[in-house]
Nanobody
Framework: QVQLVESGGGLVQPGGSLRLSCAAS????????MAWYRQAPGKERELVAK???????NYPDSVKGRFTISRDRPKNTVYLQMNNLKFEDTAVYYC??????????WGQGTQVTVSS
């Protein structure tokens, strides 16, 4: 069973930065896509960044230019660097890993709160 453990969330002021980490219990080579999602209260979970096994990142317009997804394969860890944070970025952020067999795994989530 794959385990994903997120960390790095917290309270930050608007315009600030945070870096989230997602540590996987198995090699990142096991997954075809690694991604970050978020879910704000009363809203559906939405994709904020993904990276393919080939290293191609993809972002929705809402975070493009502010968020960067990256990975460290030796550490089995995926990161989400978030810059110029806005109030609307407040949410629980989840790490997701998908295998070639379309099995999907989720972490427990980490809270990000943007507040002055």
């Amino acid at each position: 069973q794959v385990q994903l453990v997120e960390s790095g969330g917290g309270l930050v002021q608007p315009g600030g930065s945070l870096r989230l980490s997602c540590a996987a219990s198995s090699s990142l080579l096991s997954f075809v896509i690694m991604a970050w999602y978020r879910q704000a209260p009363g809203k559906e979970r939405e994709l904020v960044a993904k990276i393919t096994s080939g290293g191609t990142p993809n972002y929705p317009d809402s975070v493009k230019g502010r968020f960067t997804i990256s990975r460290d394969r030796p550490k089995n860890t995926v990161y989400l660097q978030m810059n110029n944070l806005k109030f609307e970025d407040t949410a629980v952020y989840y790490c997701n890993a998908m295998t070639s067999a379309v099995s999907s795994y989720w972490g427990q989530g980490t809270q990000v709160t943007v507040s002055s």
